[in-house]
């Protein structure tokens, strides 16, 4: 018989639209064939939206088993319990900022401070379901492993804080404030391994966690291919042009909030007929965007946003926080030359060590950069040969699951 493992994830299912709950889902389906793979995870559907939530219950999709514990957030003292739990929190932050955290989680890895009060924030959490606690506890040793994925959820917490012993933990770590809950430190402390997306976020938690940090690896993730729709229809129904600059994700104002003016003063230098394509679910301010330069397409299918992004002339990545960005990853694996953040340290390293993307460290280097890609053919023909090549040798899904199958065997 096959070992039994369990992902732990916020939300899970077909059309949830976020970098985590795809990543899990492409994990979970790929270790289907040598493992019964299970996925723990809430009811939740879409958070702070009026759509109806999941039933709570089992249900199989796609060949993996799939328990949903209901939500039951406390939401009547969200405010009241956020700032009772942000004295520890603020203090590591500071004490990060001065540069004296690591040496002090040297001396003094676990911090207990205010971990009281943060439990009560993290179950005022939307995706809180105090039942998925309950089964942990009285089901983790039918578990070969656990895996939770993303940390700043309260299934991770679940997980982590009941049965360490088996958690493979996923973390998917930025550098946001939340990092910094005591709680955290024995997370990220005492589970039995820790799969890091990338240098970055390795380097990152080693900076927060101190030496005490859990035995860790860099292991990744990978993306989809599937086959994209005719280019043809897909560039009609959203009236696409020839030449656009593409950015996929949410359209929320700190994912994309310089980029649209940033945008439009490259327009004003330097003209030409390149337009910018937003693609993902439009926020309420979406009406306000200048259409004569750039197009909203609003959520598109999988199959129409890989057929967009295999034209885009280039792609962008405005997002200061990452793990690991399978946006960038799905540019580069198509041959499109790309343009990041430069505050975003993972999408930097990707820069540095592909060849094949570039980043920007403020409004004027972001058009100075625009305009040489655009304006240099040779250049995005070289770093489109190159962008494959990095995805293959360093995220390709036989050397991840790879990397997964004997961490699992090895508990």
Not at 128 to 145: G, M, N, Q, S, V
Request: net charge positive; aromatic share 10%; hydrophobic share 40%.
């Amino acid at each position: 018989m096959k070992k039994k493992i369990a992902f732990t994830a916020f939300r899970y299912g077909e059309g949830i639209f976020g970098g985590t709950e795809i990543h899990c889902r492409m994990l979970a389906e790929r270790l289907k064939p040598y493992y019964e793979v299970e996925v723990l995870t809430s009811t939740l559907r879409h958070p702070t939206a009026s759509e109806e939530d999941f039933p709570a219950g089992e249900r199989l999709e796609n060949g993996i088993l799939v328990r949903r514990f209901r939500a039951e957030p406390d939401r009547e003292h969200t405010n009241e319990r956020r700032r009772e739990a942000s004295k520890a929190r603020r203090l590591r932050y500071l004490l990060d900022q001065w540069r004296l955290l690591t040496p002090l989680a040297a001396l003094h890895p676990l911090w207990t401070l205010n971990e009281e009060a943060e439990r009560r924030f993290f179950a005022t959490h939307e995706e809180y379901a105090p039942t998925l606690a309950d089964f942990i506890r009285e089901h983790k040793e039918e578990y070969a492993a656990i895996l939770p994925v993303g940390f700043n959820f309260t299934s991770t917490l679940t997980a982590a804080l009941e049965a360490p012993e088996r958690c493979i933990l996923i973390p998917t770590a930025h550098p946001v404030r939340s990092l910094y809950f005591s709680l955290f430190t024995r997370v990220f402390t005492r589970v039995r391994h820790i799969a890091f997306n990338t240098p970055a976020e390795q380097r990152l938690c080693r900076r927060v966690f101190g030496p005490a940090l859990a035995p860790n690896s860099i292991v990744g993730c990978s993306i989809e291919k599937a086959a994209p729709v005719r280019w043809e229809e897909v560039k009609a129904r959203y009236g696409l042009p020839d030449d656009y600059l593409l950015y996929v994700g949410r359209m929320h104002p700190q994912k994309i909030g310089s980029l649209i003016p940033d945008f439009l003063r490259y327009k004003q230098q330097y003209g030409g007929e390149i337009r910018l394509v937003l693609v993902g679910p439009a926020d309420a301010d979406s009406g306000k965007i200048d259409r004569s330069e750039i197009i909203v397409t609003g959520s598109v299918s999988d199959e129409e946003k890989r057929a967009i992004i295999r034209h885009a002339t280039l792609m962008v990545n405005p997002s200061l926080v990452e793990s690991l960005s399978l946006l960038l990853l799905e540019a580069l694996d198509n041959g499109i030359p790309m343009l990041v953040n430069g505050r975003c340290e993972v999408m930097k390293d990707h820069c540095k060590f592909s060849g094949a993307a570039l980043w920007y460290d403020n409004g004027r280097d972001f058009r100075k950069k625009l305009h040489r890609l655009l304006s240099d053919p040779a250049l995005r023909q070289s770093m489109a040969e190159r962008g494959p090549r990095y995805v293959r040798e360093n995220y390709g899904w036989e050397l991840i699951i790879g990397k997964l199958r004997r961490l699992i065997e090895s508990l």
